[in-house]
């Protein structure tokens, strides 16, 4: 996909898209909406990841905020690190745009955190606090992601070496808990306070997957929560279904 100005669901900060890694993610999500109902996967995110080569080679601009590969995981434990590289390089050589990575494999995170671009937002998705059945996704379980951030905050604040580094990159961590499942109030409050993300962004299942979905009350009470903790919260707009 060339690059694209954002649109549909995407988040309201990001102005731009771009993906150049191709092949199937490899956390079968049940509710991902790259499996599209009506036409099916695209040829593009079907069969062994790999990197889509035009797209290595599109320019992406300046002062821009750019999602990339928001079709798949770039750091799934499928994709080698490789192809990870050469992504990051290639964000690298247009330093002058904010980039944005989202997981459900955050601990991949750790290794690469010295080779992002100077300007750089990690997020990971939380769903719940509780286990998530293989038959809705076998990525790694919620508990993991959540420890791995907590590593990644641990790890940019209190390491000398990269406090030093830091004078050139500017990581923030952010947290996306979509789409929402039922869950336990003060264990993911207290999850979230660990972790201490610069914003979370909320929303609700957009696609009728008939996922476990929390009453409205359980919404509002975490929002209070976060508010506690100091953590601003950025709502998408689907999630009125939930709350109205």
């Known amino acids: 996909m060339p690059l694209v100005k954002a ?3 995407m988040y309201e900060w990001v102005t731009h898209m771009h993906a150049e890694l191709g092949g ?12 599209n109902v009506r036409w099916g996967r695209a040829p593009r995110y079907c069969g062994e990841v790999r990197l889509i080569e035009k797209e290595t080679k599109t320019k992406l601009g300046t002062g821009r ?31 002058e745009n904010t980039y944005v990575f989202q997981t459900k494999n955050p601990s991949r995170y750790i290794p690469f955190l010295a080779l992002f671009p100077p300007v750089t937002i990690l997020l990971t998705t939380i769903e719940t606090n509780r286990s998530i059945s293989e038959t809705i996704s076998v990525a790694p379980q919620p508990i993991e992601r959540m420890k791995a951030m907590v590593e990644i905050n641990q790890n940019l604040s209190s390491s000398w070496r990269w406090k030093a580094h830091m004078e050139k990159q500017k990581i923030i961590l952010g ?11 003060d264990i993911l409050a207290g999850w979230i306070a660990k972790i201490n993300p610069k914003f979370l962004n909320l929303g609700a299942d957009s ?6 979905e929390p009453t409205v009350d359980k919404i509002y009470m975490f929002a209070d ?10 709502e998408k707009h689907n999630l009125s279904r939930l709350t109205k």
Not at 77 to 94: A, T
Not at 207 to 212: G, R, Y
């Open 7 to 9: 649109n549909g669901n």
């Open 24 to 35: 199937e993610c490899s956390h079968k999500c049940s509710y991902c909406y790259v499996n």
């Open 65 to 95: 905020v750019i999602f990339k590969e928001h079709m798949n995981d770039l750091f799934a434990s499928s994709v080698p690190d490789e192809i990870i590289k050469n992504v990051l390089n290639h964000c690298l050589k247009w330093p």
């Open 175 to 185: 947290i996306t808990i979509e789409p929402v499942m039922d869950f336990d109030v």
């Open 207 to 212: 696609k009728n997957h008939n996922l476990p």
């Open 225 to 234: 929560k976060l508010k506690e903790y100091g953590i601003e919260l950025r």
